[in-house]
């Protein structure tokens, strides 16, 4: 008789993460940087990655990369935590600040990795509905949380897909209203400057999240940081895998978290493709019914994009090898370079 075990439930319901493999010649899905390792860093990285010690496990604490980002982001790093990406820092924090059956509120739409990891630990996930005028009430927002006596409250801001913020005094609002932690993923947050991470040791229910993926040019890497008070890296710490970023990606963001002006040139560069794409964008939208496209204002790296047509502009791009992000009736368009902007805009207006 042959052995047989049978799938967990939540795995039966559980829909894993599709990543698009298409071969796109211009390819703006997924949030990158157009924008290719500085050059007059390669030297200081092919040294830096000649000294990496392949043989001996990295640091597990990656000192030099928190403290650097200490001084990137002006926090004590004794107050900062890397991982393996943001999405190690999401899992984290769900593995080991939820029990299950806790509740987690986050927003309807959000990045989709919230509710993935909560349903995956048996969490239940409460999705706070934006709309289609994307409206967020924030007293709703608040009376949601304390009515299902919520444990976890996560969020973007700029908010992914649709490149809104939820403001600084939102925040704290919710934060000091609410009996739950409050983590604020802040992974765009280069393309607008608003932040609360000056206010972490002033509440110890507040954790923010960033990334190098998104401004530094570093998506392969994989390098993300927690930043929170004692408390939470404390317990954070109990948690968290042993050597969990690895040496070539702690070499790779220090050599780039050296250099913040570089850093901050580049960001310049995204934020006027950016704002090119946009207008352009809503150049073609007032030459076209309201429904068939209707352009969003935005504070993050990409436009999104409300239509009637949307799947058939989706494929319509596709077809040509542009690479963009499909959600139901929207889409979402990173900005890329110049040329690929202009490739973009140039089938859009013969779709349309």
């Known amino acids: ?7 967990s439930e939540k795995l039966i319901k559980i ?3 599709v990543v698009d493999k298409t071969n796109y010649s211009v390819r703006l899905d997924a949030n990158e940087s157009f924008l ?7 030297t200081d990285l092919w040294e830096a990655l000649n000294n990496v010690m392949f043989n001996r496990y990295p640091d597990t604490d990656s000192t030099e990369l928190c403290m650097l980002y200490g001084r990137y982001c002006g926090i004590d790093p004794k107050y900062i935590l890397a991982g393996n990406g943001s999405d190690e820092m999401i899992q984290i924090l769900i593995n080991g600040f939820l029990d299950c059956g806790d509740a987690v509120l986050t927003l309807k739409p959000d990045f989709s990795m919230y509710k993935f990891f909560a349903s995956l630990m048996g969490a239940y996930v409460l999705e706070y509905d934006l709309g289609e005028e994307l409206e967020f009430k924030i007293d709703d927002f608040v009376r949601l949380a304390k009515d299902e006596d919520v444990k976890l409250v996560i969020f973007s801001t700029p908010h992914n897909p649709t490149g809104r913020t939820i403001s600084r005094e939102e925040i704290l609002y919710i934060v000091d209203k609410v009996d739950a932690l409050v983590v604020v993923d802040e992974a765009y947050f280069e393309f607008c400057g608003e932040t609360v991470i000056d206010c972490i040791t002033k509440f110890e229910n507040l954790a923010v999240m960033r990334t190098c993926s998104k401004a530094m040019s570093l998506a392969a890497a994989r390098v993300g940081f927690i930043i929170a008070g004692e408390k939470i890296i404390e317990n954070f710490k109990k948690v968290k895998t042993p050597f969990n970023v690895n ?3 702690q070499a790779a963001a220090a050599i780039i978290l050296r250099h913040p002006e570089l850093i901050k040139s580049n960001v310049e560069k995204i934020i006027s493709e950016r704002d090119y794409l946009y207008k352009r964008l809503v150049e073609i939208q007032k030459r076209v019914d309201r429904e068939k496209f209707q352009v969003y204002p935005t504070k993050s790296n990409f436009v999104y994009i409300k239509s009637s047509e949307a799947k058939k502009i989706y494929e319509s791009l596709k077809e040509r090898a542009i690479g963009i992000r499909f959600f139901g009736k929207n889409l979402r368009i990173n900005a890329g370079s110049r040329e690929e902007n202009d490739a973009l805009l140039a089938a859009l207006e013969e779709i349309l």
């Open 1 to 7: 008789m042959m052995g047989k075990f049978n799938i």
């Open 15 to 17: 829909k894993p993460y």
């Open 36 to 42: 290719a390792f500085p050059e007059e860093l390669k």
């Open 247 to 249: 040496a070539l990606s």
